[in-house]
C-alpha cells in the first residue's frame, strides 16, 4: 500500500507561485508514474501533470504548459509541482497520484494510489 502526503499548499495572489510536494511511501516509488490532478468546487477533477517513472517523460494539460512544471526526486520519494503565474482559475484541491507501472497517463482511473489533496487558492 503506496500512502501519499500533499503539501505547499496555501492562498496566493494572481502572478504568484507554489510549490506542490507529494511524499511517497510504503512502495516501489521509483516504478510508478504519478500524476497531479485538480478539483475546484462544483467541477469534476481534472487532469493537470504526470510524469514517468525516470522522470524524462511528462505531460501537462494545455492550460499550464509553460506555467506548471512536473518533477520528480526518486531518491527522497518525493513529487513536485512548480506552480508560477497563478491564476484564479488554478483555484482548486490538487491531489497527487501513483500506482501507475507503464506509459504515463492523464486518465484518473489508471491511477492506484491517491493523496488526501491540498488547498490552493489564487485571488485576483
Known amino acids: 500500500q503506496v500512502h501519499l502526503v500533499e503539501s505547499g499548499g496555501g492562498s496566493v495572489q494572481a502572478g504568484g507561485s507554489l510549490r506542490l510536494s507529494c511524499a511517497a511511501s510504503?512502495?516501489?516509488?521509483?516504478?510508478?508514474?504519478f500524476g497531479w490532478f485538480r478539483q475546484a468546487p462544483g467541477k469534476e477533477r481534472e487532469f493537470v501533470a504526470t510524469i514517468s517513472w525516470e522522470g524524462t517523460a511528462t505531460y501537462n494539460r494545455g492550460s499550464v504548459t509553460g506555467r506548471f512544471t512536473i518533477s520528480r526526486d526518486n531518491d527522497h520519494h518525493t513529487v513536485y509541482l512548480q506552480m508560477n503565474s497563478l491564476k484564479p482559475e488554478d483555484t482548486a484541491v490538487y491531489f497527487c497520484?501513483?500506482?501507475?507501472?507503464?506509459?504515463?497517463?492523464?486518465?484518473?482511473?489508471?491511477?492506484?494510489?491517491w493523496g488526501q489533496g491540498t488547498q490552493v487558492t489564487v485571488s485576483s
Open positions: 510504503g512502495g516501489p516509488f521509483s516504478d510508478y508514474v
Open positions: 497520484a501513483a500506482g501507475v507501472i507503464g506509459p504515463i497517463t492523464t486518465t484518473p482511473g489508471e491511477y492506484l494510489y
